[in-house]
């Protein structure tokens, strides 16, 4: 049997899961399956030589087994390293159950999903030389130094020492210090130091150190934590080379040790978040809006930049708290790439309706509890119920509100998330999404309770909980594509929703916080500044460049607060609500008036109220403005002013009359003038001085 392209091959492991391979093979047809369907018994023994020739030839292969994975991945490297392997699990999550009878459609469903061919994810790289530190405060710490130094360039730092008997070969560079501050990853961690000494090599009952010091600064690439005290980072068993066992459990330190002993080398791990700064609205001209990805991240791997966030790829530990809280999608998940999730999503849902299946609920997980939880139900219990669709994700803290309104928009009854219980206190955000999904459902009619966190530490209590849930019909199937970013795919979904809602609730108000809305402008006292325009970051504050009107588009309002931050007015307020009417799509006017004419080229420009109240506040009132003159330039445009500016007698630009220049031949004439009249000076005074003396009387 072939879907989209690939070669899939069935086991029901050694007949432990009742396949009917006629219904099997119906089921998988519906959904785009071509081809006969051969059901193998025992693919990874007796029958491994199916794989074997499946594998040979030109198209990729989907096996239905997860289990020998292993296996058949050394096989295909064996026999044919080029071919494509995909494997799926459909004995844990829908054989073995006591409702494996019913299950059909869902197995058709999972195996359409898992024929996607999804992108992956960018990476991104870590490099770790092997330069450890070793924080601690006895001879606990000291051991784990040594034990590590064969493998590792080690330093120990004790914090507070007692009374350590120095080690006989100094083997160990030891110091003492207190860490104040520590920051970095995996390969470049920095760490701020107080009352820092090197250990003086003399010391012979006990450990002494130099004269210490303060402001010392170190790095190194891992960080083996056995203070006892309180963490260095926040989320620290996030933190890639911070390691922090208790140090009074020696299994947990060696535990530590050996992990870290192989940290060496260079390392990958998926680049979570995908930032766009153009849609981020954070912040505009230093005033700040949106903040919840900076609430939300555990490992404080967001900080504000400029009107943006900065997200440091390498302490993202991947929660995808931000990119479920963000209004815009600037933060996205890509683990996998693109929107991956969304068709694995639509597909997962029509495959099984197509199929046959009915009522689904949508069973949220992660990759590791989730999986282990599910695989203990289905071994040592009941296993799940034929209408529950495992949905598996690397976090199930990444869902937000546009996946759960596009999943009862695509039929699901429920959504139920199973949740590590370890990670209670990361789940902030998921629940105002959770809560924000309940307050539409219900507001439309549909009722609410239609999504639970399933928390519990043992499966029994989980099982009963998925068999326990009470029937909901669901919302008629869309069929959309959840095509474009993330505004754009929850407006399709709630479209869907509202035109097939029980009740139709035109305008259906939100909680505080909510990513909806609409702005009330006081047009009393707005003086269309425009101010709330420039600093709208979606463009749902509008202007008209032709005249002076407040345009609003309520479809593009995220509620930020921006606006309402940034007017020096103060007369906008926000209002959390979604708009199904078509009015929420248009430009609709907030405010509007007539601008002022120029009373001397009769060009329009300002708003008449604005120019006419400056008028009346400064006639006769301010020193500048004390003639009839000065008032008429205030009512003229930008460009007539200034000509009347320069044209006006009394011009305060004005200056003394320009010098007139002077060149080399001007002063050479001067002078030859100053010698001439000294010459004729001196030639009078000279005759004087003869007439004197001959009598002539000349």
């Not at 995909?86 to 999550?93: G, L, S």
């Not at 061919?117 to 001879?139: H, N, Q």
């Not at 080379?241 to 459990?249: K, N, S």
């Not at 609500?577 to 009373?599: G, L, S, V």
């Amino acid at each position: 049997m072939e879907m989209r392209g690939k070669r899939v091959l069935v086991c029901d492991c050694e007949a432990s899961m009742p396949l009917d391979a006629g219904k099997l093979a119906k089921a998988c047809q519906a959904v785009g399956a071509e081809g006969e369907l051969e059901l193998n018994t025992q693919l990874c023994r007796a029958q491994l030589g199916n794989f074997q020739q499946a594998i040979l030839g030109d198209k990729p292969v989907l096996v239905a087994c997860t289990q020998e994975a292993p296996l058949f991945t050394e096989l295909a490297a064996e026999d044919n390293p080029q071919v494509e392997l995909a494997f799926t699990n459909i004995r844990e999550r829908a054989g073995w159950s006591e409702q494996a009878g019913d299950a059909t459609p869902k197995i058709a469903a999972l195996i359409a999903e898992a024929a996607l061919d999804i992108e992956p994810t960018p990476a991104v790289e870590f490099k770790s030389g092997g330069v450890c530190l070793v924080y601690g405060k006895d001879e606990r710490a000291l051991a784990a130094a040594k034990q590590l130094a064969g493998r590792l360039e080690v330093t120990l730092l004790l914090s507070a020492p007692g009374e350590i008997l120095p080690p006989e070969v100094m083997d160990v560079p030891i110091f003492k210090g207190t860490i104040t501050q520590a920051k970095g990853h995996l390969g470049a961690f920095g760490i701020d130091l107080r009352g820092y000494a090197a250990a003086n090599p003399s010391a012979r009952q006990a450990l002494d150190f130099e004269a210490p010091k303060d402001n010392a600064f170190t790095e190194c690439d891992l960080i083996l934590d056995l203070s006892g005290g309180a963490p260095l980072f926040p989320a620290h068993e996030k933190r890639d080379g911070y390691l922090r066992p208790d140090p009074d459990d020696p299994v947990a330190v060696q535990k530590a040790l050996f992990e870290l002993a192989n940290m060496v080398g260079e390392y990958e791990k998926p680049r979570y978040i995908a930032y766009d700064a153009g849609i981020c609205t954070h912040a505009r001209n230093q005033i700040t809006g949106c903040t919840r990805c900076l609430d939300v991240c555990p490992t404080s791997a967001i900080a504000p930049a400029g009107d943006g966030v900065e997200i440091d790829p390498f302490v993202c530990a991947g929660c995808g708290a931000c990119a479920s809280v963000c209004p815009t999608g600037a933060a996205a998940y890509q683990f996998p790439a693109d929107d991956a999730v969304f068709q694995r999503l639509r597909t997962l849902l029509s495959a099984y309706r197509e199929a046959g299946g009915a009522d689904p609920v949508l069973l949220l997980h992660d990759t590791r509890y989730g999986q282990e939880m599910i695989a203990m139900m289905a071994r040592a219990g009941r296993g799940l119920p034929a209408a529950v669709l495992p949905f598996p994700l690397n976090e199930v803290t990444q869902v937000g509100f546009d996946f759960l309104a596009t999943a009862f928009a695509y039929g699901a009854t429920q959504i139920c998330v199973l949740s590590d219980p370890a990670k209670a206190e990361e789940l902030g955000g998921l629940a105002e999404q959770i809560g924000l999904a309940e307050t539409v459902m219900e507001g439309l009619g549909y009722g609410g309770g239609r999504v639970q966190v399933l928390d519990a530490r043992d499966p029994e209590a989980v099982e009963a909980a998925l068999y326990g849930l009470e029937p909901r019909a669901p919302a008629p199937a869309g069929t959309f594509l959840p095509m474009g970013g993330k505004r754009t795919r929850t407006m399709l979904a709630l479209r869907h929703l509202y035109e097939q809602a029980p009740r139709k609730v035109e305008i259906l108000p939100l909680p505080a916080g909510a990513p909806f809305g609409a702005v009330a402008v006081d047009v009393q006292g707005c003086t269309l500044c425009l101010a709330c325009v420039g600093a709208c970051p979606t463009g749902a504050m509008l202007d008209n460049p032709d005249r002076p009107w407040l345009g609003f588009n309520e479809e593009a309002c995220v509620q930020c607060g921006l606006c309402q931050t940034t007017c020096p007015e103060s007369v906008i307020k926000l209002e959390p609500r979604i708009n199904f009417t078509e009015e929420a799509r248009h430009a609709i006017t907030k405010n509007q008036e007539e601008p002022f004419h120029c009373i001397r080229c009769g060009k329009p420009f300002g708003v008449q109220s604005t120019i006419e109240r400056i008028t009346d506040q400064l006639a006769g009132k301010h020193s500048m403005f004390s003639n009839p003159e000065q008032i008429e330039r205030i009512m003229m445009c930008d460009d007539c002013r200034i000509v009347v500016q320069f044209q006006a007698p009394d011009d305060p630009f004005g200056g003394p009359p320009r010098p007139k220049p002077r060149t080399t031949d001007d002063y050479l004439r001067e002078r030859e003038i100053e010698e001439a009249r000294a010459k004729l000076l001196a030639e009078r005074a000279a005759g004087k001085d003869n007439g004197k003396g001959n009598g002539t009387g000349e």
